[in-house]
């Protein structure tokens, strides 16, 4: 009995995700009610705030789901992270524009308005900066091993480096989300190709292109 009820639990809970997704997406954070969430997933008021208890609640468990699933991708690339050190790099930075790049463009917006905003009378900007530093943590544990197999300048601060190759991936995110007439693959082709001019000042001298 205790398996199908937490069987039950995750479906309610699936649904009210799926719902608030698709509302944020659609009409806003701001516009999106908890009356219309619990009409879409079709459970009762109540039961949305059992589980979340805010909009903000359900944006965030939206944003951590999505960057557990990256971070899990992610750990593929640095168990493999293969003999060239920009085909790593970007395989890394493209595990998580792709997964960026998936959410509804509504939503997408609404994750980084929320960045930069105060709603419902909570701060969802530490919780945001909180998923933004589990990525930029990963990057800075590829740029150390590729530093430790002397691919990479090792008089270059780890945590440095990989706030500037994430700069780049977030700058081009923002501009899909400001002008989303740009697809996304040729965004991702810009991320690549600035990753490489990136990697000019932290390869070896003799490792450089020509």
Do not use: C, W
Not at 51 to 78: C, P, Q, W
Not at 150 to 159: F, H, M, T, Y
Not at 204 to 210: C, F, M, S
Request: glycine content about 8%; proline content about 3%.
């Amino acid at each position: 009995m205790t398996g199908l009820r937490e069987r039950k639990k995750l479906e309610v809970r699936r649904r009210i995700l799926g719902a608030a997704a698709e509302l944020f997406g659609t009409a806003g954070l701001e516009a999106t009610t908890i009356d219309a969430i619990a009409e879409r997933a079709e459970v009762s008021v109540g039961t949305v705030y059992n589980y979340f208890g805010s909009k903000n609640a359900l944006l965030l468990a939206e944003v951590e789901t999505d960057t557990d699933v990256m971070i899990e991708a992610g750990r593929a690339v640095l168990r493999r992270p293969g003999a060239d050190p920009a085909a790593a790099l970007k395989r890394l930075i493209g595990v998580y524009f792709d997964a960026f790049v998936s959410f509804e463009p509504g939503l997408l917006r609404e994750v980084m308005a929320a960045s930069f905003r105060r709603s419902d009378g909570a701060d969802l900007t530490a919780e945001l900066t909180h998923m933004d530093e589990r990525l930029l943590e990963q990057i800075v544990l590829l740029v150390t091993g590729l530093q430790e197999k002397g691919q990479l300048r090792n008089d270059v601060e780890p945590s440095e480096a990989a706030l500037l190759i994430f700069s780049i991936m977030v700058t081009h995110l923002l501009v899909l989300v400001a002008f989303g007439e740009t697809d996304a693959a040729t965004l991702k082709k810009q991320v690549n190709r600035q990753i490489d001019l990136s990697l000019d000042g932290l390869r070896k001298p003799e490792d450089r292109r020509p």
